[in-house]
């Protein structure tokens, strides 16, 4: 389903939604763990390199520290506190959001991406 600005009651997945849904129905999601969760918070250069990796080939990346975030895009920008910024949309705000890359690599925590069967067949990123 599109992203909706406004949650719409009456809107109804697409005959092809639906048929789609009911091929995948069942089958295994695969995630992929970026940075399992643990206590402590914080993540490496190498684990910001692979979330970049990850949204550069399409899927989003799911994100958590004192609440959750996905992660849908980034910007490199040497102005910007670690180099750049990640797109979100933060769980705790509720909206899309941008933060530096100097933020998430000093307060996320776990990180993944979910593979779903739909997309299998789409290039993978090389991790």
Request: aromatic content about 10%; glycine content about 8%; overall charge positive.
């Amino acid at each position: 389903m599109p992203y909706q600005q406004q949650f719409d009651s009456n809107l109804v997945p697409s005959a092809q939604a639906m048929a789609t849904g009911k091929k995948i129905r069942g089958k295994p999601f695969n995630i992929h763990w970026i940075n399992p969760w643990k206590p402590t918070i914080g993540l490496t250069n190498e684990q910001l390199t692979e979330i970049k990796t990850v949204l550069a080939a399409g899927w989003p990346v799911a994100a958590g520290s004192s609440h959750s975030r996905l992660l849908v895009g980034y910007v490199d920008d040497p102005d910007q506190p670690g180099g750049g910024s990640f797109t979100t949309k933060d769980s705790g705000s509720a909206r899309f959001d941008s933060i530096t890359y100097e933020f998430t690599k000093e307060n996320i925590g776990d990180v993944f991406w979910i593979e779903s069967p739909l997309k299998r067949k789409a290039k993978k990123p090389k991790s």
